[in-house]
C-alpha cells in the first residue's frame, strides 16, 4: 500500500491525539525521499522529527507505536533501500558518522593498494627498518669489521688449529665444536649487510 494512502487508513482508525504524529512522522519520511535517502528506520526518523512532532524512538518501538511502525515499514518497501556494500557485523555497532567515516578510509586503503601495484613491480620485497635509532648506528665501524674477518681467517684457524665444519660451525683439532652450526653464515651476513 501506498504510504499515502496507508497514512489516510491509519489516521481513520486512529484516535486524534495519534494523526498529528502521524503526520509529523509522514513529513519527515517525505522529506528523506526528496534527499533520496532510504533510511526509515525508527531511529533516525525519531532523531530527524525531533522537535517536528515525531514521537520518540522508544515510543515508535512500543507496542503502542504499531501504527508508526507500519507507516514506515510502507515507505520501506515503496523506496526500498539501494544494494549496500557487505559490512563486517562490528559496524553495525558504530554510529552512522563513523560508518561513515571506516568506509572513507577504507576507500583510501583500497586507492593507496591500487598505486602501490602500479608503481611497485611484481615479486619486489621491500625492507623497512623501523628502529628508532640512526641508521649509522648499525654498520660495523672499521675495527669491528676488522674483528669479524679476522674470525673469518686463515690465520684465525692456523693460529689455533681450529677446521670449519660442514654446518657452519667451527672445530678445535680434537673435532669439539668451539663456534655453533650457523657461526660462519651469520658472521659472513654481518660483513655483508652492516
Known amino acids: 500500500m501506498e504510504p499515502k494512502a496507508l497514512l489516510e487508513q491509519l489516521k481513520s482508525s486512529s484516535p486524534r491525539r495519534v494523526h498529528s504524529s502521524l503526520d509529523a512522522i509522514y513529513a519527515v519520511c517525505q522529506e528523506q525521499v ?54 563486517k557485523p562490528w559496524m553495525d555497532e558504530l554510529s552512522p558518522r563513523h560508518q561513515l567515516l571506516v568506509k572513507m578510509m577504507k576507500a583510501e586503503l583500497d586507492e593507496a593498494r591500487r598505486l602501490i601495484k602500479e608503481v611497485v613491480p611484481p615479486n619486489l620485497e621491500i625492507y623497512v627498518d623501523a628502529r628508532n635509532t640512526p641508521r649509522g648506528t648499525f654498520k660495523l665501524d672499521e675495527s669491528e669489521r676488522r674483528a669479524l674477518e679476522y674470525l673469518l681467517s686463515d690465520d684465525f684457524m692456523k693460529k689455533w688449529n681450529f677446521k670449519k665444519g660442514n654446518r657452519g660451525d667451527v672445530l678445535d683439532e680434537g673435532g669439539t665444536r668451539v663456534f655453533k652450526p650457523g657461526t660462519i653464515a651469520a658472521l659472513e651476513k654481518a660483513l655483508k649487510h652492516l
Open 34 to 87: 526528496k534527499q533520496g535517502e532510504t533510511d526509515f528506520r525508527p531511529v533516525t526518523v525519531a532523531r530527524l522529527g525531533a522537535g517536528k512532532g515525531v514521537p520518540r524512538c522508544q515510543s515508535i518501538r512500543n507496542a503502542s507505536g504499531a501504527s508508526y511502525r507500519a507507516l514506515l515499514e510502507a515507505f520501506s518497501v515503496a523506496y526500498p533501500a539501494k544494494r549496500k556494500t557487505k559490512t
